[in-house]
């Protein structure tokens, strides 16, 4: 049986007369990236901040870590980190300066705590930077750095708000390849996100919240299925090949944007079974296509799709 890093059953939280979590479920996996996306107001940050102890649920069951929430708040500090959305570096102090402080924080002896920040310095690639004030790094520096804090005291569970807002493309990719690294060591991500190519990208697993529930799960492909949009793009080499091929699947339409006109879509979720149906059919016809692509709508797609046009305040 899989162990379980975060294991929810009927969250609740309202302020005053607004539910913002209205009975969520959440089973996220040691060792994996498991994303939490929404508009804004639909309660991911309320989330985050439930799971992290920084405020109490009003209502369910919560296991963190192996830990009871409700009962057992300092085991769940002591093996989560938070990486917030807002950069918790003090730009006055120099890289190795915040790090040692996190290591003081974190009850480290001197010892530890020099070797710690020596560590991540240099898995952070911040060397260079060490001893110069976090106020004169790129953006990209400054997050690289939030995050290095974080793992100072060696977190299994990791909640990363919105981590790679404002950064370039260079950036971001190499936040990225750091969170790979951390979960190929075995660290949990909970990541919540705006940039739904990041989701995507990271995520083994997506849940989508709107109005304080979840409405979709799923890993990235399986989401993307949900909606219609998807199709099967087949190339023939004549007109020919083309009409047998609509005779044989019965559905179909040739693509208009294909100015030879020898390009047939034929809708499809994307899946195995339907596309080996196909390729079936096509081949009991004696029909083969020069060429075979498979189109599914993509997170963004999704998002707009499932969580419609509302917003709320919160």
């Known amino acids: 049986m899989t162990n379980l890093a975060i294991d929810a059953h009927g969250l609740r939280k309202s302020y005053g007369d607004k ?39 009003d209502g369910g069951t919560v296991r963190v870590a192996g830990h009871d929430l ?11 980190g938070v990486t917030g959305q807002y ?18 924080l974190r009850h480290l002896s001197r010892a530890e705590g020099r070797r710690r920040a020596a560590e991540l310095l240099e898995r952070f690639d911040l060397v260079d930077a060490a001893r110069k ?6 953006g990209g520096m400054q997050r690289r750095l939030d995050l290095a804090m974080t793992l100072v ?15 370039d493309p260079r950036s971001r990719r190499s936040m990225w390849r750091i969170v790979r690294e951390l979960v190929r060591d075995g660290v949990t991500i909970f990541l919540t996100t705006q940039y739904l190519e990041e989701a995507d990208e990271l995520a083994d697993r997506i849940a ?4 304080g529930r979840l409405i979709a799960e799923g890993t990235s492909e399986e989401l993307k299925r949900l909606i219609p949009g998807g199709h099967v793009s087949l190339r023939f080499l004549d007109d ?3 009409k047998d091929a609509l005779t044989a699947l019965g559905r179909g339409f040739v693509d208009p944007s294909d100015e030879a006109g020898l390009t047939l879509q034929v809708p499809s979720d994307g899946g195995v079974a339907p596309l080996r149906e196909l390729l079936a059919r096509l081949d009991a016809a004696g029909v083969e296509p020069a060429d075979l692509s498979v189109h599914t709508p993509d997170l963004d797609d999704v998002f707009l799709t499932l969580t419609g046009p509302k917003e709320t305040s919160r």
């Open 19 to 57: 539910v913002v979590l209205d009975g969520i479920d959440l089973a996220v996996p040691e060792g994996t990236v498991f994303s939490l996306l929404g508009p804004n107001g639909a309660g991911k940050t309320t989330t985050v901040q439930i799971l992290s102890t920084l405020v109490p649920a």
């Open 70 to 80: 409700a009962r057992e708040a300092d085991e769940v500090r002591g093996a989560i």
């Open 87 to 104: 950069s918790a570096v003090d730009k006055l102090l120099t890289g190795e300066e915040n790090l040692r402080l996190m290591a003081d």
């Open 133 to 138: 004030p976090a106020g004169t790094y790129s």
């Open 153 to 167: 005291g060696d977190p299994r569970l990791i909640f990363l708000d919105e981590p790679t807002t404002g950064l």
């Open 208 to 211: 989508l919240l709107d109005g």
């Open 240 to 242: 020919d090949a083309l």
